[in-house]
Structures are given as C-alpha cells and as structure tokens.
C-alpha cells in the first residue's frame, strides 16, 4: 500500500485548508485511515482517524470541532478539512492507515504512511 499525500500550503489565521490521501495498491486491505502532525524535535501527535465505513470517527481534543476527516472509499482516499486554522496548527501532516480497526490514536498502531505535508498557518 503507497499513500500519497496532497494539498497543504499557508494559511492565515481563520482560514481553511483541505488536505487530501489517495491510497494505492492493495487498498482493499484497508481499515483506519488516520491524520497525524508533527512540528521538529516533537513527538508525532494524533488528529485524527475514521474508520472504513467512514461511520466512526475519534478526534484530538486540540482540533475538534475545527477539523473533520472524511473519506471516499471509490477513490481510497481519505481528506482532512481543517477551518479556523491557527498557528499552532502548523507541523508537517501525515496520513497513516491500518489493515484493521481500532480507532486508535498511537502512531505505532499504523502500518502505511504517506511523506507528510507542510501546513503554516500565518498570524
């Protein structure tokens, strides 16, 4: 499985951003996608995750009710929109999935990741 990552960019404050992850290969395998962050010299913190009936998912408290995951499975991907971004939003984002549902919010639960986007919120 290859996950390709997309979108991203600056951002000024309050603004939104929509990032995107098309997943190839042996998709059908898939269960949890998932979004991650990480700003250098940080641990890797844990966004978001839908599962693949894209019926449940399990957000940060840092981010709820700003972000919503979403995904599209004709198209094995899976989205992040993200609205009233602030600064502190800015790390490079990953997507990440699972061959089996969990809902979890541990990096090590995830066994494909894709090669990460900047995202910079302006103030």
């Known amino acids: 499985v290859t996950l390709v990552q997309s979108g991203g960019g600056t951002v000024e404050t309050g603004g939104s951003l929509r990032l995107s992850c098309a997943a190839s290969?042996?998709?059908?395998?898939?269960?949890?996608m998932a979004w991650f962050r990480q700003i250098p010299g940080s641990f890797r913190e844990f966004v978001a995750v839908?599962?693949?009936?894209?019926?449940?998912?399990h957000y940060s408290d840092s981010i709820k009710d700003r972000f919503t995951i979403s995904r599209d499975n004709a198209k094995s991907t899976v989205y992040l929109q993200m609205n009233s971004m602030q600064p502190w939003d800015t790390a490079l984002y990953y997507c990440?999935?699972?061959?089996?549902?969990?809902?979890?919010?541990?990096?090590?639960?995830?066994?494909?990741w894709g090669q990460g986007t900047q995202v910079t919120v302006s103030s």
């Open positions: 990440a999935a699972a061959d089996y549902q969990s809902l979890s919010s541990l990096a090590s639960t995830y066994q494909y």
């Open positions: 290969g042996r998709t059908s395998s898939l269960h949890d």
């Open positions: 839908i599962d693949w009936s894209g019926e449940n998912t």
